[in-house]
């Protein structure tokens, strides 16, 4: 079974649509990232997340929330879907570093098109 | 604030050797990672390499670090059909309220002809 796992896999819907992206993990990390991956732009950090109810803005955060209201779990929704927010979204974990960085855990990510 | 470049492209022969390289601009970075994206996949965690550290070797992949130069490659030998993948450099965000967080390059496109 996968350590974070995506839902859904793939998404098709139509501009004005509010949807969301789940995430959950097994891993019993304490934080959390989604991020957004386009072609020739890399990863874009969206939202993180330290602990439950803890949320931070990324790079990218406009048009976008999230809600962490369990340590297994991050959502993330996009309330009005517009054609630019068609990507590849990743999910992500980590420990917390004890003054350090750690890695990250991803997922297999959700390829969402808004028509 | 923290960037970290790397090449958009790479074409290799299988069998050959392939070098990617990366440069970050953090100096204070604690590991420094690669890792992995193969088609319809997310990233897998190849490898990483501390920051104290010049070099790390793994079975057909080498990390090699030059701090000095904020400069990082990964070295695969005997690259296979495989391998081929997109290959992203991170490093670590040292301050602030995001410490912790990676900041990835663009990724490199690794394509290994037969």
């Known amino acids: 079974d996968a350590d974070v796992t995506q839902t859904p896999r793939n998404r098709i819907t139509k501009t004005g649509k509010r949807i969301m992206l789940e995430c959950s993990q097994t891993k019993g990390h304490d934080r959390m990232y989604w991020y957004r991956q386009d072609p020739g732009l890399g990863l874009r950090l969206i939202y993180y997340s330290f602990d439950v109810k803890d949320i931070n803005k990324g790079e990218i955060s406009d048009g976008y929330s999230v809600s962490r209201q369990a340590q297994a779990k991050f959502s993330l929704s996009l309330e009005s879907a517009i054609p630019n927010q068609t990507a590849l979204y990743f999910c992500?974990?980590?420990?917390?570093?004890?003054?350090?960085?750690?890695?990250?855990?991803f997922g297999d990510g959700t390829r969402l098109s808004i028509l | 604030g923290e960037d970290v470049e790397q090449s958009l492209f790479l074409s290799v022969r299988e069998g050959d050797s392939s070098v990617i390289n990366c440069t970050y601009t953090d100096s204070s970075s604690t590991y420094l990672y690669w890792y992995k994206q193969e088609p319809g996949a997310g990233l897998q965690l190849l490898t990483y390499i501390f920051s104290n550290m010049d070099m790390k070797q793994d079975q057909r992949l080498t990390v090699l670090l030059n701090k000095k130069d904020k400069h990082l490659s990964l070295r695969i030998a005997d690259t296979q059909t495989g391998d081929s993948a997109i290959y992203f450099c991170a490093e670590g965000e040292s301050y602030g309220g995001s410490q912790g967080n990676l900041i990835f390059g663009k990724g490199t496109k690794l394509s290994v002809k037969p």
């Open positions: 992500a974990t980590s420990e917390t570093g004890k003054g350090s960085n750690q890695p990250q855990h």
